[in-house]
């Protein structure tokens, strides 16, 4: 297990928080098995020693917490993911998938109950290391180090930043409100996007459409190996016998108002 971090909440409650690999037993008397490399947990506990809730959050690569804050009632926990992981609170979910590492936010309220849920949005890998986390006066502050683009800003529009881990090392500051507005705009954002899983890959690709549409893919010299009309908003699409390299899929959406969008394959064999 990753070295435990504490958050307190007042002087009769606090939050324990921390990443663990293979199996751990929790305090509400359950065994957590990990389904990736690694998962993570947050449990509400009382300072007379009894745990009040216990929620983990479980994807299928490297999902690992990063640091927790406490503000007017809520939870706030940043977290890197690989692949997908789902907010598993029990009650307004919500899965996310990332095409090497993301970083996310999720808001708890006191019961243990999701919020919401942001995210960082890159085409590479973002680092868990040198991230932190402030909430005060309805703002959050965290930075994090990353290597490529990263998309900082939840809602409709995007705001690209730039970040390398080669010396000298880049690190991003991130100031977010916690309005409503924002987590609406966030959740109208992801629910139109195009996901994919894993990215990359070396085997086959899942791809979740917002609608029903026309997937186009296309070597790097631009011309088109694979093209396919979805009748259903989740489509895999096997690489066998391609060449190793970068991909550019274009999907093109049946329902007129919807904007086409592209997106980024790494096959890697």
């Known amino acids: 297990m990753y070295s435990l971090g504490i958050c307190p909440k007042n002087n009769q409650e606090f939050y324990l928080y921390s990443s663990f690999t293979d199996s751990i037993q929790l305090n509400n008397n359950t065994t957590a098995y990990?389904?990736?490399?690694?998962?993570f947990f947050v449990e509400k506990w009382s300072t007379s020693g009894n745990c009040l809730w216990s929620k983990t959050m479980s994807g299928n690569g490297g999902d690992d917490i990063r640091d927790v804050a406490f503000q007017n009632g809520k939870l706030y926990y940043l977290y890197t993911y690989e692949d997908s992981i789902n907010t598993n609170t029990g009650v307004n979910d919500t899965t996310l998938y990332a095409a090497k590492r993301d970083l996310a936010l999720s808001m708890l309220n006191e019961n243990g109950t999701h919020i919401s849920t942001a995210e960082v949005k890159s085409d590479s890998a973002i680092s868990g290391l040198w991230t932190a986390l402030r909430v005060e006066n309805n703002e959050i502050y965290f930075?994090?180090?990353?290597?490529?683009?990263?998309?900082?800003?939840?809602g409709p529009a995007t705001q690209n930043v730039s970040a390398t881990w080669t010396s000298p090392f880049t690190t991003i500051v991130?100031?977010?409100?916690t309005s409503p507005t924002a987590i609406q705009d966030f959740s109208k954002k992801e629910a139109t996007k195009i996901k994919i899983w894993p990215n990359p890959s070396q085997d086959q690709f899942h791809i979740q459409t917002p609608s029903d549409g026309v997937i186009s893919i296309f070597?790097?010299?631009?011309?088109?190996?694979h093209k396919t009309s979805t009748i259903q908003t989740l489509s895999t699409v096997s690489f066998s016998g391609y060449a190793q390299g970068i991909y550019h899929l274009h999907f093109k959406s049946n329902i007129a108002q919807?904007?086409?969008?592209?997106a980024r394959l790494i096959f890697q064999k």
Do not use: C, R
């Open 34 to 39: 990990a389904n990736g490399s690694s998962d």
């Open 143 to 154: 930075h994090f180090t990353g290597n490529g683009i990263a998309d900082v800003n939840p």
């Open 174 to 177: 991130v100031k977010w409100k």
């Open 219 to 225: 070597s790097s010299n631009g011309v088109l190996v």
């Open 258 to 262: 919807n904007e086409d969008q592209e």
